[in-house]
């Protein structure tokens, strides 16, 4: 059985080694199995784990960018939905 590191399993997920320790510290993330090597305190991920964790990205990436690009689109629904204002005719 193979496992990764954190830096490993970000990159194979597409995701920053920061981003992917502030979601495991955050609990949107389960935390994989640790390991001590020397003084040292080492994720160790699985293939399954990796896996788990590639079909919750899309609930959790909720950041800045989502967070705008929805808003835009609800902005842009509204638009559709309405209709064209005519210009107004100046009194002569």
């Not at 390991?35 to 040292?40: E, I, Q």
């Not at 784990?49 to 842009?76: F, H």
């Amino acid at each position: 059985m193979d496992f990764y590191s954190t830096r490993q399993a970000a990159k194979l997920l597409g995701i920053t080694e920061p981003t992917l320790s502030r979601y495991i510290s955050a609990k949107k993330v389960p935390e994989p199995k640790t390991v001590h090597l020397g003084k040292f305190r080492v994720h160790a991920w699985t293939d399954a784990e990796i896996e788990k964790v590639r079909q919750l990205l899309p609930k959790i990436a909720n950041g800045r960018k989502t967070r705008y690009q929805k808003l835009r689109e609800k902005q842009k629904g509204e638009a559709q939905a309405r209709p064209a204002l005519r210009p107004k005719k100046k009194k002569t």
